[in-house]
């Protein structure tokens, strides 16, 4: 079967690209796809230097990037609506990020195909969606009007799966999971009220499908998982071990593995690099704490945690703020480094302890790394990632962005002293190592298209 060029569509934030753009260029770099890549002009540079195609967002979501994307300002709210009041911020971020971006990106998308059609004519196109790129849903309405796209489309996944389950809560709430009677019972209201708080928005969504021409929208819920299942199958990123044996898996889910680490061929460039590459030789362990790339307070989580350890010799703390060209004001103990943004792949190869605040990617690479990890956040996906570490046994989850000094302190202390969490971490990065992301998602591309020529066959007949 001949290869078809290989269109990526992602959500156009850092924490989705990143991940995203790993596979995609794996795909081509390693395995010899053709690979394009749609997002906005923010990461054309990147996409570019991995030698995929860059292709453009248009029209009113050209500029979605992670400065306009978390904006809170009213414009970016449902007009004349409370619509999202009372919700976790994974869904009122989602809402406007997503939700309401839905004409723009698949204007977008549409527009992508017409130019690699163009460009390469005869030549079959494989569309692969991010999950919250939902500019890829109306594609399977309009499969007649872009005779080179392939019938069949795949969603990869690179946060916890926002999909509903009986045996979990709705996604973001801090319910435990729970296969019992009574706790399956609790997760069935749980969506109950999950339904009727956010049937606003799933009004929304299904007005915005119908107006791209989607008829039967019967089906759509916001924020349960339809932006998944809508696709043929779903790559979900991580190891088994870390997520949920949910009762009720969507047909065609599968873990692929935990997305490519890339080390840079050069040392970072601080002065203090060597103490962090000689610290195990001479008796120190090395704790990280960084807050990712949007919510980069310190106050919450870097300085805390730098204050805490001040006084433990045998610890060298590095903190990442996450912002080029950051600083803090306070004077630094002896036994802290800053770093304003630094690779977490250089770095957690000679880390102890990872002290985040739980994004699913900055969760990967603890996993990728086999380091234990104390999580601090509570929003977006942040309680999903807090939940799938205790569930694992690879840390320890405070359940807030904003600890208190005591609970800190002691969660820094019971995961660097007990070595239950190490050998855990241990154990799932072993498990990671075992499996090829790439290559499971290749496998994933090539069932999809056999799949998709057998439609095509029947449609002859």
Not at 156 to 166: D, F, K, M, Q
Not at 358 to 386: N, R, W
Not at 403 to 427: C, F, I, M, S
Request: a negative charge; glycine letters at 8%.
């Amino acid at each position: 079967m001949a290869r078809p060029i290989l269109l990526f569509c992602c959500h156009p934030l850092t924490g989705h690209v990143t991940p995203v753009l790993r596979i995609a260029a794996g795909l081509h770099q390693q395995r010899g796809w053709r690979v394009a890549f749609l997002s906005s002009a923010f990461f054309r540079a990147r996409i570019e230097a991995a030698g995929l195609q860059f292709l453009p967002l248009v029209g009113d979501v050209e500029h979605m990037d992670d400065d306009a994307l978390f904006d809170r300002s009213p414009k970016l709210t449902m007009e004349g609506s409370k619509a999202g009041s009372g919700l976790p911020q994974s869904v009122t971020d989602s809402r406007h990020q997503a939700l309401f971006a839905l004409p723009g990106t698949w204007t977008s998308l549409q527009t992508a195909i017409q130019t690699l059609t163009a460009e390469n004519p005869g030549e079959r196109i494989f569309v692969i969606s991010e999950a919250f790129f939902y500019g890829a849903m109306p594609l399977k309405s309009h499969w007649a009007a872009f005779p080179s796209v392939l019938p069949a489309t795949l969603c990869v996944s690179i946060t916890s799966p926002a999909i509903r389950s009986v045996d979990l809560p709705p996604f973001g709430h801090l319910a435990p999971f729970d296969q019992t009677p009574a706790g399956r019972e609790r997760s069935m209201a749980l969506w109950d009220e999950w339904i009727a708080k956010v049937a606003p928005l799933t009004a929304a969504l299904r007005e915005k499908l119908q107006q791209t021409g989607v008829e039967d929208v019967s089906s759509v819920v916001f924020m349960d998982g339809s932006n998944y299942v809508w696709h043929d199958a779903i790559a979900q990123t991580g190891v088994p071990s870390f997520e949920f044996a949910r009762s009720d898996g969507p047909s065609g889910f599968r873990i692929v593995g935990v997305v490519p680490s890339f080390v840079p061929a050069a040392p970072p460039p601080f002065p203090w690099w060597n103490e962090v590459v000689t610290a195990r030789k001479e008796g120190r362990r090395v704790v990280v704490v960084a807050q990712g790339t949007v919510e980069t307070d310190p106050s919450e989580l870097i300085l805390p945690t730098i204050r805490l350890l001040a006084d433990t010799p045998d610890v060298l703390t590095v903190a990442i703020l996450g912002v080029r060209g950051a600083s803090v004001s306070m004077e630094l103990p002896f036994n802290s480094r800053i770093a304003d943004y630094l690779s977490y792949d250089a770095i957690l190869p000679y880390a102890s302890l990872w002290v985040h605040n739980g994004g699913y990617g900055a969760t990967m690479h603890g996993i990728a790394h086999g380091v234990p990890m104390v999580l601090a956040g509570d929003t977006q996906d942040k309680p999903e990632s807090g939940k799938r570490v205790v569930y694992s046994g690879v840390g320890v989850n405070l359940q807030t962005a904003c600890p208190t000094d005591e609970a800190l302190g002691t969660a820094l202390r019971e995961v660097l002293a007990d070595e239950k969490y190490a050998a855990r971490a241990r154990l799932v990065q072993a498990e990671a190592a075992g499996m090829d992301c790439v290559g499971n998602v290749e496998d994933m591309i090539w069932e999809l298209m056999a799949r998709a020529k057998e439609r095509e066959a029947q449609d002859m007949q």
